[in-house]
């Protein structure tokens, strides 16, 4: 059966990335293929209020002009710069970094959700090497004001417990610092690894030079480092990797967004779990993106996923209707598939234990308990761990034949789309928030109206067989 074809949208992690790049940079650059969505909005909308320039040219496209390193907040006796995250982490982690290591006072505030959500693993370290920060109703938590005059350099740990966002935002401010900044990973453990890769690779494309080095695993504290290339770095661990920034120039140029395997996961997905296969074009088999996993895990799984073969850069990956098997994975450098994966584990035959987990309940809902919780009202038992879940797949039986589920995505992007795919077994979905994807896939809806009618046309012709 021919798949149907469907796009995946651009990359809002890589889009974050490249808008800061471009903003930092002196001179104009060109960024095409920006995800169009409320997350990349909001870091627009904060370099726009530091001092960078973005001229629209159509969509996804900017001409942009970088403030040719700081970033500018207010003098003294004015009110600071407003900088509104809304309910993006990812803007309020990484901009709270780069405005450190600009001029002037601004206030980081969002979502009542996003004041909920720390930020002291970052403003901490920050503060070691020079910010100021004043918190307005709880310690290490926005709202609060920064008082910016740059950043000192010297050696600064980070611990990546709760995220990965608190590197790659500190990676992103040391070319602005006075003197070359050395940063160690501390802490207990180390989650959503890619995502430093994705930042590195901006950094890289941007014209910033960087070292990293590594000690060996069994090696104690007083163990020598030895340099390594950064694209070697699959995964860390507490002590284990560091980075030196020297203070450099962000280059101009062109760039574009490559497709998101986050949100290609629904429709991938879609298609393991439907009667007609699906073909999702415009990704990276070989992109530095954490959730590329999805593969590995799938296919564990079970499923008929086949990447398109080439040379090409960008290509199309189609999934095919399987039959799955409940399989015990690591999921703490790809959590945001965490939801779509606990979906897939209901249809599978035998229990899936998704593990490594514990800082989803800190996201935009607690991705542990809202997945746990929804797809109870399918049928489904799933048991919540301290660090992840258990789901008892219902395999082949999992068929749900027309039957209601008025379904709650928490306000929360992910979830909702990963509750969605219960429609490709027999479910009337219906959420309360629908609009909640408009965060990282706005166009999720008339993708999913596509794949709809590809399977009811599916179903036509097999009902004119019969």
């Avoid at 796009?7 to 790049?21: D, F, N, Q, T, Y």
Wanted: aromatic fraction near 6%.
């Amino acid at each position: 059966m021919e798949p149907v074809l469907v796009e995946a949208p651009p990359s809002k992690s890589v889009s974050h990335r490249v808008l800061i790049g471009a903003a930092l940079a002196g001179g104009e650059s060109v960024v095409e293929g920006v995800l169009e969505s409320k997350d990349p909005e909001r870091t627009r909308a904060v370099l726009s209020a530091a001092g960078a320039v973005f001229e629209p040219l159509g969509p996804g496209a900017y001409r942009v002009r970088g403030v040719g390193g700081a970033l500018t907040g207010a003098g003294p006796g004015v009110e600071p710069v407003s900088c509104d995250v809304h309910e993006s982490g990812t803007t309020c982690r990484l901009l709270t970094a780069l405005l450190a290591s600009g001029r002037g006072r601004f206030r980081i505030h969002g979502a009542p959700r996003m004041h909920r959500r720390p930020l002291g693993g970052l403003t901490g370290p920050l503060t070691e090497l020079g910010a100021s920060f004043r918190f307005e109703e709880r310690e290490g938590y926005p709202p609060c004001v920064l008082e910016a005059s740059g950043l000192n350099g010297g050696t600064v740990g980070i611990g990546l417990d709760e995220s990965s966002q608190y590197l790659s935002g500190l990676l992103l401010a040391a070319p602005q610092a006075r003197a070359p900044l050395t940063i160690e990973i501390t802490g207990r453990q180390v989650v959503s690894w890619p995502y430093v890769g994705l930042t590195l690779q901006t950094m890289r494309d941007f014209g910033i030079r960087f070292d990293v080095s590594e000690r060996a695993p069994e090696a104690g504290p007083d163990a020598p480092w030895r340099a390594v290339d950064w694209h070697s770095v699959k995964a860390a661990r507490p002590g284990g990797v560091r980075f030196r920034v020297r203070p450099s120039t962000w280059r101009p140029g062109r760039y574009t967004v490559e497709g998101d395997w986050s949100g290609a996961s629904y429709l991938l997905a879609a298609g393991i779990l439907g009667e007609r296969p699906v073909a999702v074009s415009g990704l990276r088999p070989d992109t530095l993106q954490g959730d590329r996993a999805l593969l590995d895990i799938v296919r564990s799984m079970g499923a008929d996923v086949e990447v398109e073969p080439g040379v090409e850069r960008v290509r199309r990956v189609t999934a095919r209707p399987s039959t799955l098997r409940g399989v015990d994975v690591d999921m703490s450098s790809c959590p945001d598939l965490v939801p779509t994966v606990a979906v897939l584990a209901a249809a599978a035959e035998g229990d899936t234990r998704i593990r490594g987990v514990a800082h989803l309940r800190i996201k935009e809902s607690d991705r542990i308990a809202a997945p746990a919780r929804e797809l109870a009202k399918a049928g489904v038992t799933v048991d919540e761990r301290d660090d992840g879940l258990i789901v008892h797949g219902r395999g082949s039986d999992f068929r749900l034949n027309g039957r209601v589920l008025e379904l709650s995505a928490w306000g929360d992007h992910r979830m909702a789309m990963s509750l969605t795919l219960l429609e490709c077994r027999g479910a009337d979905v219906r959420l309360d928030h629908p609009e909640a994807v408009d965060k990282s896939f706005p166009a999720f809806w008339a993708t999913w109206a596509a794949l709809r009618a590809g399977r009811d046309r599916a179903a036509e012709r097999r009902g004119g067989e019969a």
